[in-house]
């Protein structure tokens, strides 16, 4: 609102700035700090999602920007608000997603309660952030908005940070202070040289592979990439994050590295000479590990490579993606001299092994079952939001993604807790389309509170516990290492009679056959439904550690 001498009072200045970036959601727990803020929102085309924990509302809005490309936005008050964006911070700076954490503070210009909950949150956020900044004046609050969102969609997209003190949050500005609009930014092309060395590196290879990862989970890289696959008949394989970018059922895909080094689908990448990389870097586990004199690596991405001692490619196209392997598909015809025969044995012995138990009826339910009935269940466009545990390898390994950005799961920060706050995401997103958190018993429990969140906003969503009563997957690392079992276990709460104290459907599967009805079901009612299936780990030992252990590749 004006005043008399045309200035406007800062809060609405940022609310006015943030409606003109498109920002449609604020997730957050708000303060006392962030009273004018929330008032100035009061009035505004912004709809606040009031989230019961500031980590699951960072969680929230990273979503969002991982799902669109635009800036999720946060918020939280001072001190001990601020210090739970911490994880979220860190969520989307590793699995670069574009986020907007606004914090409160106490007044900068006189002090009324000496240091009570302060810490610097500035600094602590600087590590975390690409843009961290407190605003001292009011007539800066449109040009460091501008700049929070520029950098935070900026390749390589991640987190930025503002805090708004109580103080500044009041005062009015110059009656002059305008508004920035957005800048109109084409993403660089990769230079002719190359993109010429590239072809020559494929065309001399004999058995090259392409490795999609994160930074390819975008619509127009799927396009562009299925168009240079099916051209080129070079068989592919992806990282967890790299999942659905080219539909998993295609003739030739390879499989998922689901673990770094050992299973069946890496016979296939050490027998490769060339690995033609779209889209992955370091940051995100690595599938594979290169050597002094080992096969080559094309990077394909919108930014450099970080160089690492296992990662250390030889050639680097850097631009968009989408126009750079556009523009190789254009180039390159099949060539006569690639092998795949060998790509070929390894996808049918990898096809074996994720059919396997897929029809098991034992209870509590395995592995195998339990990510097969899932699948069957969701439609293509379906999207599952998995927490982190034991299961998401089951699920990057067996599961077959149809669609990009329909399996959303973090292998950068792996953080748990993360799973029910980004489903909730999508679900807000997208209420026409079917959406599943998957999560552990101990993932889930850490922000659990969040199914008080989705039944206040009358979204339509599958919470799968998958219960093993104890943190399994470093149970299952526990007794890799040849360790006693001990110290991991736990008690909990009945799932059911939970879900239904906030107002949501409970259901326990009892029979593995069960559980694919009762996924249906749940749907089909709509609402918010919690799943409780118990699950049975002793598949860890026989597949994953004992049998790959066995593993001879194919010759």
């Given at each position: 609102?004006?005043?008399?001498?045309?200035?406007?009072?800062?809060?609405?200045?940022?609310?006015?700035?943030?409606?003109?970036?498109?920002?449609?959601?604020?997730?957050?727990?708000?303060?006392?700090?962030?009273?004018d803020?929330?008032?100035?929102?009061?009035?505004?085309?912004?709809?606040?999602?009031?989230?019961?924990?500031?980590?699951?509302?960072?969680?929230?809005?990273?979503?969002?920007?991982?799902?669109?490309?635009?800036?999720?936005?946060?918020?939280?008050?001072?001190?001990?608000?601020?210090?739970?964006?911490?994880?979220?911070?860190?969520?989307?700076?590793l699995?670069?997603?574009?986020?907007?954490?606004?914090?409160?503070?106490k007044?900068?210009?006189?002090?009324k309660?000496?240091?009570?909950?302060?810490v610097?949150?500035?600094?602590?956020?600087?590590?975390?952030?690409?843009?961290?900044?407190?605003?001292?004046?009011?007539?800066?609050?449109?040009?460091?908005?501008?700049?929070?969102?520029?950098?935070?969609?900026?390749?390589?997209?991640?987190?930025?940070?503002?805090?708004?003190?109580?103080?500044?949050?009041?005062?009015?500005?110059?009656?002059?202070?305008?508004?920035?609009?957005?800048?109109?930014?084409?993403?660089?092309?990769a230079?002719?040289?190359?993109?010429?060395?590239?072809?020559?590196?494929?065309?001399?290879?004999?058995?090259?592979l392409?490795?999609?990862?994160?930074?390819?989970?975008?619509?127009?890289?799927?396009?562009?990439?299925?168009?240079?696959?099916?051209?080129?008949?070079?068989?592919?394989?992806?990282?967890?994050?790299?999942?659905?970018?080219v539909?998993?059922?295609?003739?030739?895909?390879?499989?998922?590295?689901a673990?770094?080094?050992?299973?069946?689908?890496?016979?296939?990448?050490?027998?490769?000479?060339?690995i033609?990389?779209?889209?992955?870097?370091?940051?995100?586990?690595?599938?594979?590990?290169?050597?002094p004199?080992?096969?080559?690596?094309?990077?394909?991405?919108?930014?450099?490579?970080?160089?690492?001692?296992?990662y250390?490619?030889?050639?680097?196209?850097?631009?968009?993606?989408?126009?750079?392997?556009?523009?190789?598909?254009?180039?390159?015809?099949?060539?006569?001299?690639?092998?795949?025969?060998?790509?070929?044995?390894?996808?049918?012995?990898?096809?074996?092994?994720?059919?396997?138990?897929?029809?098991?009826?034992?209870?509590?339910?395995?592995?195998?079952?339990?990510?097969?009935?899932?699948?069957?269940?969701?439609?293509?466009?379906?999207?599952?939001?998995?927490?982190?545990?034991?299961?998401k390898?089951?699920?990057?390994?067996?599961?077959?993604?149809?669609m990009?950005?329909?399996?959303?799961?973090?292998?950068?920060?792996?953080?748990?807790?993360?799973?029910?706050?980004s489903?909730?995401?999508?679900a807000?997103?997208?209420?026409?389309?079917?959406?599943?958190?998957?999560?552990?018993?101990?993932?889930?429990?850490?922000?659990?509170?969040?199914?008080?969140?989705?039944?206040?906003?009358?979204?339509?969503?599958?919470?799968?516990?998958?219960?093993?009563?104890?943190?399994?997957?470093?149970?299952?690392?526990?007794?890799?290492?040849?360790?006693?079992?001990?110290?991991?276990?736990?008690?909990?709460?009945?799932?059911?009679?939970?879900?239904?104290?906030?107002?949501?459907?409970?259901?326990?599967?009892?029979?593995?056959?069960?559980?694919?009805?009762t996924?249906?079901?749940?749907?089909?009612?709509?609402?918010v439904h919690?799943?409780?299936?118990?699950?049975?780990y002793s598949?860890?030992?026989?597949v994953?550690?004992?049998?790959?252990?066995?593993?001879v590749?194919?010759?």
């Amino acid at each position: 609102m004006k005043t008399e001498h045309g200035g406007e009072k800062a809060s609405d200045l940022f609310v006015k700035a943030l409606e003109n970036e498109g920002v449609k959601y604020i997730f957050g727990v708000p303060g006392e700090e962030n009273l004018d803020l929330l008032e100035s929102l009061r009035g505004s085309s912004i709809k606040l999602v009031l989230t019961r924990h500031e980590q699951a509302a960072a969680f929230m809005a990273a979503t969002y920007g991982r799902l669109t490309g635009k800036t999720g936005v946060c918020l939280s008050t001072l001190g001990p608000g601020a210090t739970n964006l911490v994880t979220g911070a860190a969520y989307a700076k590793l699995g670069a997603m574009p986020l907007l954490m606004v914090t409160g503070q106490k007044p900068v210009k006189k002090s009324k309660q000496g240091l009570f909950q302060i810490v610097d949150v500035v600094d602590m956020m600087r590590p975390l952030t690409k843009f961290t900044h407190q605003i001292i004046n009011v007539n800066t609050i449109p040009s460091k908005i501008r700049e929070a969102f520029r950098l935070a969609e900026e390749e390589r997209p991640g987190p930025a940070h503002l805090e708004l003190p109580e103080d500044i949050a009041e005062e009015i500005s110059d009656s002059d202070v305008m508004l920035f609009e957005s800048s109109h930014s084409r993403r660089p092309d990769a230079n002719d040289l190359s993109i010429q060395q590239a072809l020559e590196m494929i065309q001399n290879a004999r058995h090259p592979l392409v490795l999609i990862g994160a930074g390819a989970n975008r619509k127009r890289v799927s396009e562009a990439l299925l168009g240079f696959i099916e051209k080129t008949g070079i068989p592919f394989f992806n990282t967890q994050m790299g999942k659905g970018v080219v539909d998993e059922r295609h003739p030739l895909f390879m499989g998922t590295a689901a673990l770094s080094d050992g299973d069946y689908l890496h016979c296939a990448i050490d027998f490769a000479d060339l690995i033609i990389n779209v889209g992955h870097d370091v940051i995100e586990k690595p599938p594979f590990f290169m050597e002094p004199g080992g096969k080559k690596v094309i990077h394909i991405n919108f930014n450099s490579a970080n160089v690492d001692r296992v990662y250390f490619p030889q050639l680097e196209v850097v631009g968009d993606i989408a126009n750079s392997v556009s523009r190789l598909t254009q180039l390159l015809e099949p060539v006569n001299t690639h092998d795949f025969e060998y790509f070929q044995r390894v996808k049918e012995e990898v096809e074996k092994q994720l059919c396997e138990g897929s029809e098991d009826n034992r209870f509590p339910i395995i592995p195998q079952r339990l990510v097969a009935d899932v699948r069957k269940v969701m439609p293509d466009d379906g999207v599952i939001a998995l927490d982190n545990g034991m299961y998401k390898i089951w699920f990057a390994r067996n599961y077959k993604a149809h669609m990009n950005n329909t399996v959303l799961l973090d292998n950068a920060l792996a953080t748990m807790g993360a799973g029910l706050p980004s489903a909730i995401a999508a679900a807000m997103l997208h209420p026409e389309l079917q959406v599943m958190a998957i999560c552990g018993d101990g993932g889930f429990m850490m922000n659990s509170q969040e199914m008080e969140t989705a039944v206040r906003l009358g979204l339509n969503l599958v919470v799968l516990i998958v219960n093993d009563s104890a943190y399994g997957m470093i149970r299952w690392k526990q007794e890799q290492g040849g360790f006693h079992d001990w110290g991991l276990s736990y008690g909990n709460p009945d799932f059911v009679k939970y879900a239904q104290a906030y107002g949501a459907s409970g259901h326990r599967v009892q029979r593995a056959e069960d559980l694919s009805p009762t996924i249906r079901q749940a749907f089909a009612e709509g609402g918010v439904h919690l799943i409780d299936v118990p699950v049975d780990y002793s598949e860890n030992r026989r597949v994953l550690t004992e049998e790959l252990a066995r593993r001879v590749c194919l010759v």
